[in-house]
């Protein structure tokens, strides 16, 4: 992992970092809302749920625009579909 990391330009290296801060993040909420203090538990599933909801926003928002696109022949059926089917299965993680 070191040599890959030692490798990686200024922007991958970057790339890296945030993709890792997220993945702490979304740990740290899931031991947070599993601890035995209320209040922390309590903040981490209101957030869980927060965070849930701006995702559903945003693929709904993304399906909207692919329809758009189709609409004004930006795009054909075939990509319009392979894009939905990616909607489709963001929605379910």
Not at 50 to 69: G, H, Y
Request: glycine share 4%; hydrophobic share 40%.
């Amino acid at each position: 992992m070191i040599e890959l990391v030692e490798q990686m330009d200024e922007a991958a290296s970057a790339r890296c970092a945030d993709s890792t801060a997220r993945v702490m993040g979304i740990y740290r909420r899931r031991l947070e809302s599993l601890g035995d203090d209320e209040a922390p538990r309590t903040a981490a599933k209101k957030g869980e749920l927060a965070e849930t909801r701006l995702k559903m926003a945003a693929l709904s928002a993304e399906c909207v625009e692919l329809l758009r696109l189709r609409s004004a022949q930006a795009i054909n059926d075939e990509t319009l579909n392979k894009l939905m089917q990616e909607v489709d299965l963001q929605e379910t993680c």
